[in-house]
C-alpha cells in the first residue's frame, strides 16, 4: 500500500473516530509502527492532522482555532525534539511560566505527568495540561480570539505578583542583536515572565536563528539558554553574551 493509499485511510479513519492511536493503526493498516509514525509526521506537517504524544487528532480542534493548531503542527518533529530536551530542565515541585507561542505550545505533552505548577496566559496549554498532575494559575487579562492567549496591563500586573524558577517562552527571530517579535503584546508577556524569573528558557527551531522580524524587544542576554535544533556553528555569538546553547 503507497503513502497515497494509507493517506486516504488515515484521515479516513480520524474522520470516523475522532483520533486515532499509532499502534492500532498500524495493525489495521498491516504496516509497521516506524512506517506509521512516519505517515502522521508527514501528514503534520502537511497541516492536515494534529500530532499527539502516541497517536493523532483532527486539525480543527473546537478549543484552539484553526491559525493556532496549523502553526503548532507545522515543523512538528523538531519542535517536538526541542521540547522534550526543554522537559528534561523541569523538575517535580518547580514553578514555571509558559507564554503562548506555537512551540511553547508542543511542551505540554512532555511535561504533563510532572508534579508542577504553570503559570500561563496561553488557553491551549490550560486545555492541554488540564486534569494532569500540573497545578494551573491562569493569568487574566485582555483576551485575544486569534492568539488563544491574555495580554494586556492587567496580564502584566497578574505575572508580576508571581516568581517562577524558569520561563518557557518563544519568538519570532533572533540574532546576534536580539530577540524579535511580530507582536509589541506578545514582546511586553515575554519580558514580563524573563523579569519575574531565575532562568529563562527560548525554544527555537532552526527556521527563526537569525531571521529578524518586526520588533526587537530585547537583548539576546534576557535568556539563559536557547533550546534549539539549530546548527551551534550559527549560534557561535551566543557564547560571548554568556547564552547557553541546548542542542538537540
Request: hydrophobic residues 40%.
Amino acid at each position: 500500500m503507497n503513502f497515497q493509499l494509507r493517506k486516504q485511510k488515515i484521515l479516513a479513519q480520524l474522520s470516523m473516530q475522532g483520533e486515532v492511536d499509532t499502534k492500532a493503526l498500524a495493525q489495521t493498516l498491516g504496516i509497521s509502527e516506524i512506517t506509521m509514525r512516519r505517515d502522521l509526521n508527514q501528514l503534520s506537517d502537511e497541516g492536515l492532522l494534529y500530532r499527539t504524544h502516541g497517536g493523532a487528532i483532527p486539525i480543527a480542534e473546537p478549543e484552539m482555532p484553526h491559525r493556532f493548531v496549523n502553526k503548532a503542527a507545522a515543523n512538528q518533529a523538531a519542535k517536538d525534539k526541542i521540547c522534550s530536551k526543554a522537559a528534561a530542565q523541569v523538575n517535580d515541585g518547580d514553578i514555571i511560566f509558559m507564554d503562548c507561542g506555537s512551540t511553547v505550545f508542543r511542551l505540554c505533552q512532555f511535561i504533563k505527568n510532572k508534579k508542577i505548577k504553570v503559570i500561563t496566559n496561553s488557553m491551549p496549554v490550560i486545555s492541554e495540561l488540564q486534569n494532569s498532575r500540573v497545578s494551573l494559575n491562569i493569568i487574566g487579562g485582555e483576551y485575544d480570539a486569534e492568539r488563544q492567549a491574555m495580554h494586556g496591563s492587567i496580564a502584566i500586573e497578574h505575572i508580576q505578583k508571581y516568581q517562577a524558577g524558569k520561563a518557557f517562552i518563544g519568538v519570532d527571530g533572533l540574532s546576534a542583536k536580539g530577540l524579535f517579535a511580530h507582536s509589541e503584546k506578545e514582546a511586553a508577556i515575554a519580558l514580563a515572565l524573563a523579569a519575574q524569573s531565575t532562568h529563562t528558557y527560548l525554544l527555537c527551531d532552526a527556521g527563526k536563528i537569525d531571521k529578524p522580524s518586526y520588533l526587537q524587544f530585547a537583548p539576546l542576554e534576557m535568556v539563559y539558554a536557547i533550546v534549539t535544533n539549530a546548527d551551534p556553528a550559527a549560534l557561535k555569538y551566543c557564547k560571548k553574551k554568556g547564552v547557553k546553547v541546548i542542542n538537540v
